[in-house]
Nanobody
Framework: AQLVESGGGLVQAGGSLRLSCAAS????????MGWFRQSPGKEREFVAA????????SYADSVKGQFTISRDNAKNTGNLEMNNLKPEDTAVYYC????????????????WGQGTQVTVSS
């Protein structure tokens, strides 16, 4: 599958961003999708995931109540709404497809986008 993220950018602390992921090449609606992020000098970490029909969702504790994941199978897109952003949310955010929504290891997810940079200034 090909995954293309968009929506990253520079935002002040307390602001919001909405990331989008456009998928092609696989039947998007058959698979769970999710988001990971990686900050400089840190390992890639799980952010959120959603199962194929949107009925089941998993969040990292660090973003619970702050981020909202969603998907639109008719448009082959997934979204990550990020609110009340903090400098520690600064990272490259990656869209993933093909894993199981509750699995949090990068190796559990087969398809990755190229990433989109999110920078939160204090």
């Amino acid at each position: 599958a090909q995954l293309v993220e968009s929506g990253g950018g520079l935002v002040q602390a307390g602001g919001s961003l909405r990331l989008s992921c456009a998928a092609s090449g696989r039947t998007f609606s058959n698979y769970s999708m999710g988001w990971f992020r990686q900050s400089p000098g840190k390992e890639r970490e799980f952010v959120a995931a959603i199962n194929w029909n949107g009925a089941r969702i998993s969040y990292a504790d660090s973003v619970k109540g702050q981020f909202t994941i969603s998907r639109d199978n008719a448009k082959n897109t997934g979204n990550l709404e990020m609110n009340n952003l903090k400098p520690e949310d600064t990272a490259v955010y990656y869209c993933v497809l093909g894993g199981t929504f509750w699995r949090r290891a990068p190796g559990d997810w087969g398809s990755w986008g190229q990433g989109t940079q999110v920078t939160v200034s204090s």
